[in-house]
RNA sequence: GUGGGUGUAGCUCAGCUUGGUUAGAGCGCCUGGUUGUGGCCCAGGAGGUCGUGGGUUCAAGUCCCAUCACUCACCCCA
């Protein structure tokens, strides 16, 4: 019979790794708590209308990338491939904003695209994230940056770079974008074919492209840094100045241009290039038209997003441990038969004093059980054999020191504590 | 959707150019060297439809075609 197989673009998260998974997951909640941030789940799925709607119809995700189905009473829904419209509903139809002025929440979800698979990207991958919902302070902003580079701090991952820009609002974005459609049309022909197609969906996007000749062709056009309105002026500026307070490095970078429709003033990207060519591990920034969007009343927020799974790549490129060594605390031998019982009885009163502890179950020899132990990296392993039941006692292997000693029955879990560093 | 790369032991890979004994290595696993004692060392062992299907040939892991899978990159994104 055919052997079933995961499907493309997922992964199994393996022994090994599942422990760097919830000690990452881990720091993230810790940090988030400093925040200040709590956690919001939502559903895996949604109503396939609050994405076309919130990230815009004319996106990549929206466009091609969805995984959408009908259910048997033919509602269309949708695996969700980002959290902040999910977020963003969720603050509205339990109308968050009535207990709080303000809501800072984070999240650790997974995510759903139908994309080539390549490095760093999977068709279900994992974000967190946070958003802080009802403030238009740039304080905000800068307080959702410093979040999640000190999630990276705390992993110990290194040698991040962040780049900043302000995609303005549409009262600035709009006479801009008529603007730089009239400086791009004259040579239009010259531009790549993806940048023509870009002009009319999204002419911004045509600034972020890399190939030579575009890069070339777009040396003298008008940057929106230079034409935002004096509000996202003032914004952009206050961002810029308490970044500086807070010590954070960054790069402005005019082009930095975000593929979601709903991003206002603040964009932010977080990369490194430990990673391949997918070498953002956060994206980020304003959005204040959102909340409107999906018909609810007006909410400004701010939020990131950050992929875990290129996190740990990151990690694993430069050699940063993000969970420490695996340890079996006690391992227990029991010679023969009459031993068998008295193992079972330690075994649940180790337990139950909250160390780990297991057995051999393949009927073993005891050197095979004492190699198994040492696979296992186990601190403590104990002996029961015809000696220790004549003395009504039990042997203790220090597994680190190579010692070992005899100790009565009874005080097994007291000289466990005893010794365990 | 487009282009490149790779499929040989549980894992990482060699062998393919120049077809020809029983297809190899390292790691891992198992057994023994110790009447009841791990790591290091030594000795031995198990484990392979050479991705799949077809073709060429006296002979195919090796050459040709197809197909599938994985992977990297483009687009775009975390």
Not at 123 to 129: A, E, K, L
Not at 162 to 170: F, T, W
Request: net charge neutral; proline share 5%; hydrophobic share 35%.
């Amino acid at each position: 019979m055919k052997q079933l197989k995961r499907i493309k673009g997922t992964q199994d998260i393996l022994p090994d790794a599942s422990v760097k998974w919830n000690a990452l997951e881990g720091t993230i909640r810790q940090v988030m708590q400093c925040y200040n941030f709590s956690e919001l789940r939502t559903p895996v799925f949604e109503q396939t209308e609050l994405f076309s709607r919130g990230i815009g119809q004319l996106t990549d995700i929206v466009s091609k990338e969805m995984y959408t189905f009908e259910d048997r009473s033919r509602k269309r829904l949708t695996l969700k491939p980002e959290m902040t419209a999910p977020i963003m509903r969720a603050y509205q139809e339990n109308k968050l904003y009535a207990n709080a002025q303000l809501t800072k929440v984070f999240y650790i979800a997974p995510l759903f695209r139908q994309e080539r698979p390549q490095a760093g990207r999977l068709r279900q991958f994992h974000q967190f994230g946070a958003e802080t919902l009802g403030s238009a302070d740039p304080g905000a902003d800068a307080e959702i940056i410093d979040t999640a580079l000190s999630v990276y701090r705390k992993t110990g991952i290194t040698g991040l770079k962040l780049k900043i820009n302000s995609v303005g609002d549409p009262l600035c974005r709009i006479p801009y974008k008529k603007q730089l459609q009239e400086h791009i049309r004259p040579n239009l022909e010259h531009y790549c074919e993806d940048c023509q197609r870009r002009f009319d969906e999204n002419p911004m996007r045509i600034l972020d492209c890399k190939k030579e000749t575009c890069v070339a062709l777009n040396q003298k056009a008008p940057k929106l840094l230079d034409n935002l309105c004096p509000d996202c002026e003032t914004h952009y500026h206050a961002l810029k100045s308490q970044l500086k307070t807070l010590h954070i490095e960054f790069e402005e970078d005019p082009y930095l241009v975000r593929g979601l429709d709903y991003y206002t003033r603040t964009v932010f990207e977080i990369t490194s290039d430990a990673l391949g060519a997918q070498n953002a591990i956060c994206g980020g920034g304003r959005y204040d038209l959102l909340a409107e969007e999906l018909g609810g009343l007006p909410a400004p927020a701010v939020g990131f997003a950050s992929g875990i799974e290129r996190l740990i790549m990151v990690a694993e490129a430069q050699g940063v441990e993000l969970a420490p060594l695996k340890r079996l605390d006690v391992f227990l031998i029991g010679m023969d038969t009459e031993a068998k019982p008295l193992i079972l009885r330690l075994l649940k009163d180790i337990r139950k004093a909250g160390f780990s502890a297991d057995q051999d179950y393949l009927g073993r020899s005891m050197k095979a059980q004492m190699r198994e132990a040492n696979r296992q990296n186990t601190r403590f392993v104990v002996i029961i054999g015809t000696d220790e039941i004549k003395k009504n006692s039990v042997s203790l292997k220090l597994m680190d020191k190579g010692e070992q000693i005899s100790i009565p029955f009874d005080n097994l879990v007291a000289e466990i504590k005893k010794h365990y560093s």
